[in-house]
């Protein structure tokens, strides 16, 4: 059922694109990975790029933040060229899952060849593992230093979230607070 609600949406969302005579159009770059196509949020299928907070280590062990570099990098991959993209599916937060073309360029694949990308493999069976290889060998972009995978970041940030949620408040805190008689709440 789940599936065939995917099924159904990505046949929709062609449609529409075929309906409204869609031109390829010129993204907002969110990250390495995700962009804004017309009002559709669309994550590039079959790789992963660092989160735009996350930070790497280069070549020296010197801090540098990877998630903007490889914003960066999607960014001037595309530069003023309109972009078209192909539906594979949508994922769990609703974005659309394309494989994207820039002036001819496999976009996903281009990130990953550049290194400020990594495979995907859980989505992408393999399409990206030789091109991701050389990018390694060659040492170019993250592979120049020391990361963490973009997908075991994310966990990490969720298992952050999860502990402080879930801590007591230290017992050395020290704001205090009261409920005035029109409702405001009080610190001091």
């Not at 929709?12 to 804004?36: C, E, H, K, N, Q």
């Not at 991959?77 to 078209?84: R, W």
């Not at 496999?106 to 030789?130: C, I, K, N, Q």
Request: some cysteine; proline content about 4%.
């Amino acid at each position: 059922m789940r599936r065939r609600r995917r099924q159904l949406a990505c046949v929709l969302s062609s449609l529409a694109l075929v309906l409204m005579g869609a031109a390829p159009a010129r993204p907002s770059v969110v990250d390495g990975d995700t962009f804004i196509l017309g009002v559709d949020r669309i994550r590039l299928w079959g790789v992963d790029a660092p989160e735009g907070r996350q930070v790497c280590q280069d070549g020296r062990g010197q801090a540098y933040r990877c998630g903007d570099m490889a914003r960066d990098q999607l960014k001037a991959l595309i530069g003023d060229q309109p972009v078209d993209c192909r539906q594979r599916d949508r994922d769990q937060y609703g974005r659309s899952v394309a494989q994207c073309r820039a002036g001819g360029v496999d976009l996903g694949e281009a990130m990953v060849r550049l290194g400020w990308a990594v495979e995907y493999r859980t989505f992408s069976y393999g399409a990206y593992v030789a091109v991701e290889a050389q990018a390694k060998a060659a040492r170019r972009g993250l592979w120049a230093g020391t990361f963490e995978s973009p997908s075991a970041y994310r966990a990490d940030e969720r298992a952050e979230v999860r502990a402080a949620a879930t801590s007591p408040p230290s017992v050395s805190c020290v704001i205090k607070g009261n409920i005035n008689a029109k409702g405001r709440r009080i610190f001091h």
